[in-house]
């Protein structure tokens, strides 16, 4: 099983990113789905889930209303579609497999990827 995130990088606020993480190992849709963060000198945070068999989206209240996540079955990968980024969303990102709602539980976890957002 692997899980590769990509698409993170430098960023003004105000800015938008999306984040990809493919999976191999596993299909994509039959998962509970989630993105996780974790911030310099913090601990991990929930951001938002999907969840199996094109279910439901959950979103944190830090990030509801800014934030998308979607899945693309054919290809196997999630997505993070970030807009109207703030310092605040400074973290690396990971995606993951599995227990949907915790940030510090999973049944895999991919390596993260940086996002910065600064001016």
């Known amino acids: 099983v692997q899980l590769v995130e990509s698409g993170g990088g430098l960023v003004q606020p105000g800015g938008s990113l999306r984040l990809s993480c493919a999976v191999s190992g596993f299909t994509l849709n039959v998962h509970d789905m989630k993105w996780v963060r974790q911030a310099p000198g913090k601990g991990l945070e929930w951001v938002s889930c999907?969840?199996?068999?094109?279910?439901?989206?959950y979103f944190s209240d830090s990030v509801k209303g800014r934030f998308t996540i979607s899945g693309d079955n054919a290809k196997n990968t999630l997505y993070l579609q970030m807009n109207s980024l703030k310092s605040d969303d400074t973290a690396v990102y990971y995606c993951?497999?599995?227990?949907?709602?915790?940030?510090?539980?999973?049944?895999?976890r991919g390596q993260g990827t940086q996002v910065t957002v600064t001016s």
């Open positions: 993951a497999a599995g227990i949907p709602f915790s940030p510090t539980a999973w049944t895999w």
């Open positions: 999907i969840k199996a068999f094109g279910g439901d989206k």
